[in-house]
Each structure stands twice: as C-alpha cells, then as structure tokens.
C-alpha cells in the first residue's frame, strides 16, 4: 500500500518494537478497513488523519483505536444511506448462520 503513516505525530498509531499494536482484532480490522478505503480512493489519508487528530483533541484519554474508529465514522457516516444499512442489517440478522 502507499498509504503513508505519520509514525511521528499527534495521529502516529502506537507501537511496540517498531511493530504496530493492536489489543484487539477489530482494531486491526478498523486499521485496514481506513487504507483499503484510502487506496479505493473514498478519501485521503490526510483527510482521515485529520478527523483522527481531531477525535484524539476531544478525548486525549480515549483508547487510540476508539480514536481511529471514530474518525472513520466520521467520514463515512455523512456518506451512507441509514435505511440501506438498517435493511441490510436486518436481512443479515434474519440468516439463520447470524453472519
């Protein structure tokens, strides 16, 4: 990917011997799911690091992820149709795998 990330600033995910953190694995999938979305073109890095750096100024003390999910919402939440969601997250819940 050629996303780059600001492993300096205000928005630098944390880590561990150079190794990125995640606690758990929705963390990692919100991680993803931001680059997969830059690289589709839906919006820039900055854009998003943005919204991050923002999200991370209204709460210093929330967990960095908690962060970086709210700044996707952000971002995509002006962007999504409501009732599309909610019917697709009915259809989903009448499957009788639940998935």
């Known amino acids: 990917m050629s996303v780059p990330l600001d492993l300096d600033g205000p928005a630098a995910p944390p880590r561990s011997n150079g190794e990125l953190v995640f606690a758990a694995p929705w963390e990692s999938r919100a991680f993803g799911l931001v680059l997969t979305l830059v690289d589709a073109g839906r919006f820039t890095y900055e854009e998003f690091r943005g919204r991050l750096i923002a999200r ?9 992820w908690e962060s ?14 409501v009732g599309e969601v909610a019917a697709r997250a009915a259809e989903l819940h009448d499957r009788e795998d639940h998935h």
Request: hydrophobic residues 50%; glycine residues 8%; negative net charge.
């Open 56 to 64: 991370i100024g209204e709460d210093p003390a929330a967990p960095y």
């Open 68 to 81: 970086w999910l709210a700044g996707l919402e952000d971002l995509l939440v002006p962007t999504v149709d």
